[in-house]
């Protein structure tokens, strides 16, 4: 019910007052996803922006966490690599802060795309490497097969053969 969650989002921006910070963030980030799923990048990187602004006051850790991770989404589909790996460097530090595994995993996953984007094969395997050693502590299937696929598109960087028995 993505659409009429939007909807509700837009509507709520209107009504809610300035000072109701916590909504608000959740508001300016909902409008984000909704853009994104429209195509509009910038419309969607302005309000996950707004929704950081306003978490970075409330001082919420977990809210952070999950803005500075869609951040990192929308910049690595956006080409800005550096912007993306800084956005998960402080995703995975203040996720390892906490122990949350989740997170880590879906950082150091990001990071590990980065690394081997710029063909820096060692940090992309060690990267990916413990982003499926977390993965695997969530339970979460679908993301441990894209850790592992990384893994194998790593390994047959560095070594065709070697991947090949690795499959």
């Given at each position: 019910?993505f659409?009429q969650?939007?909807?509700?989002?837009?509507q709520a921006?209107?009504?809610?007052?300035?000072?109701?910070?916590?909504?608000?963030?959740?508001?300016?980030g909902v409008?984000?996803?909704?853009?994104?799923?429209t195509?509009?990048?910038?419309?969607?990187?302005?309000?996950?922006?707004?929704a950081l602004?306003?978490?970075?006051?409330?001082?919420n850790?977990?809210?952070?966490?999950?803005?500075?991770?869609?951040?990192?989404?929308?910049?690595?589909m956006?080409?800005?690599?550096?912007q993306?790996?800084a956005?998960?460097?402080?995703?995975?530090?203040?996720?390892?802060?906490?122990?949350?595994?989740?997170?880590?995993?879906?950082?150091?996953?990001?990071l590990a795309?980065?690394?081997?984007?710029?063909?820096?094969?060692?940090a992309?395997?060690?990267?990916?490497?413990?982003?499926?050693e977390a993965?695997?502590?969530?339970?979460?299937?679908?993301?441990?097969a894209?850790?592992t696929?990384?893994?194998?598109?790593?390994?047959?960087?560095q070594?065709?053969y070697?991947?090949?028995?690795?499959c």
């Amino acid at each position: 019910e993505f659409q009429q969650a939007l909807t509700w989002a837009q509507q709520a921006l209107a009504w809610l007052p300035p000072a109701e910070l916590t909504w608000r963030s959740v508001c300016h980030g909902v409008v984000g996803l909704g853009e994104l799923l429209t195509g509009r990048l910038d419309v969607a990187h302005r309000q996950m922006q707004t929704a950081l602004e306003l978490i970075q006051v409330i001082g919420n850790p977990h809210f952070l966490r999950a803005t500075l991770g869609q951040l990192s989404s929308f910049s690595l589909m956006a080409g800005d690599l550096h912007q993306t790996v800084a956005y998960l460097r402080t995703v995975l530090a203040e996720a390892r802060t906490v122990g949350d595994a989740d997170d880590i995993g879906h950082a150091q996953l990001g990071l590990a795309q980065v690394a081997y984007e710029w063909n820096e094969l060692a940090a992309a395997h060690t990267a990916a490497t413990e982003a499926c050693e977390a993965i695997q502590r969530t339970g979460d299937s679908a993301l441990l097969a894209m850790a592992t696929l990384l893994l194998v598109r790593i390994a047959c960087a560095q070594s065709g053969y070697a991947a090949q028995e690795r499959c």
